[in-house]
């Protein structure tokens, strides 16, 4: 059997950090197990364009591995070329690059390693909704560039106590945003999403459901994104939905960049309609270096917490998806459908019911 895996080149820093596992050097620790099992492992960082690695390598491949951070992205096109294909696994959480209707179609099945960096990514959106209402990003270069201008950054820095909270998506990631923010006693948390979260959940919470995305984006100050990129959230975040927002809310983005409309995003910052922006997530990634979000500032050349996309990629969560991603590939080999439930995307031609996340960690 030939496994292909898609991961991003650490140089380095591979040698640095040994733990570093989804990067091309350290294989996300599966060589010696694949290969003492008389499988093929072929790992690049190489993905786009027709002389690509992956496009070379996947016309045989029976396993393809990619992650979300640097994401090989899996098209019709591609499928229709991966003749053997039979697994393919997000190393991470995330499918959206893969051609899901596609796969479903050749009975591909697609697995992800559910909840294995959802804490990762929850801890991130924390620090950048403090970093913007903070206004820490131009505090910080001031005094690194030698300076000491106390009210150029107090005039814009806020506490988020008191403040209006609110979640686009309250999943596994969603959730645990909730829980750590509560700490700060916001003025009220809300939450807009196909699905209730159970009374106690709420309760313990003091969490609120929005029916309406448009009123809980009216109220909210600080305004969270945590859904999948589907076909209804991709350009979501668009001029029409960024003029319903209430006047200079922050907003961060995790969950992915497609889900915003790029340049709708940077005029909402330059023209005050959003305070801040901040995330982790691009579409295409990486990003080109004439990204909009990358030098995208607010009318008082602030309010970017960008970074590149590192929130569900902490040594811990390598750790962890490495591990998930192991798992998943051995419930394959041994045929049995032993997978766990809450990992499968698509399997057997159709859309798998995933466990809701609703659990309490
Ligand atoms: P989850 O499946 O536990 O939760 C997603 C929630 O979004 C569900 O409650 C679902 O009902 C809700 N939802 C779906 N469509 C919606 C819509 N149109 N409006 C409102 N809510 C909607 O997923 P989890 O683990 O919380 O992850 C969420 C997303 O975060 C992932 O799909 C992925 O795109 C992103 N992610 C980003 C990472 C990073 O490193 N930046 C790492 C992990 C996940």
Not at 99 to 108: G, W
Not at 333 to 343: E, M
Request: proline share 4%; with cysteine; charged share 25%.
């Amino acid at each position: 059997m030939k496994v292909v895996a898609v991961l991003y080149k650490a140089g380095q820093a591979a040698k640095d950090q040994p733990r570093l596992l989804g990067c091309v050097e350290n294989e996300l620790g599966l060589r010696q197990w694949l290969e003492g099992q008389g499988h093929t492992f072929v790992v690049t960082d190489s993905k786009e364009g027709a002389d690509s690695v992956l496009d070379r390598e996947l016309v045989d491949a029976e396993v393809i591995i990619t992650t979300p951070f640097h994401p090989g992205y899996i098209s019709r096109e591609r499928i229709a070329r991966a003749k053997n294909l039979k697994l393919l696994v997000t190393a991470g959480v995330g499918s959206d690059h893969i051609d899901l209707t596609a796969a479903n179609e050749r009975k591909i099945t697609v697995a992800e390693v559910t909840g294995s960096n959802v804490v990762s990514v929850a801890e991130h959106v924390v620090m950048t909704i403090l970093t913007l209402v903070r206004n820490f990003v131009p505090a910080h270069e001031q005094v690194m560039a030698g300076g000491w201008d106390v009210a150029d950054v107090a005039k814009d820095s806020y506490d988020v106590e008191g403040k209006v909270v609110a979640t686009i998506g309250v999943g596994r990631i969603g959730q645990r945003v909730l829980r750590r923010l509560k700490a700060f006693d916001p003025a009220e948390m809300l939450y807009y999403d196909y699905q209730a979260l159970p009374a106690d959940v709420e309760a313990e919470l003091g969490a609120r459901r929005v029916e309406s995305l448009d009123d809980m984006l009216a109220k909210a100050d600080i305004v969270t994104v945590n859904c999948p990129l589907h076909e209804s959230t991709r350009g979501l975040i668009d001029k029409k939905l960024l003029a319903k927002f209430k006047k200079g809310a922050w907003l961060v983005n995790t969950a992915r960049g497609a889900i915003c409309v790029e340049d709708d995003v940077a005029a909402a910052l330059a023209d005050g309609t959003l305070r801040g922006y901040g995330g982790d997530v691009w579409f295409p990634q990486p990003a080109p270096a004439d990204h909009p979000w990358r030098t995208m500032r607010n009318r008082f050349g602030a309010g970017n917490a960008m970074t590149p996309h590192i929130s569900g990629t902490s040594i811990d969560a390598q750790v962890r998806y490495a591990e998930g991603t192991k798992a998943i590939i051995a419930s394959y080999l041994a045929g049995d459908k032993s997978y766990r439930p809450q990992d499968l995307i698509v399997i057997d031609g159709h859309y798998a019911t995933r466990a809701y996340g609703s659990d309490k960690k």
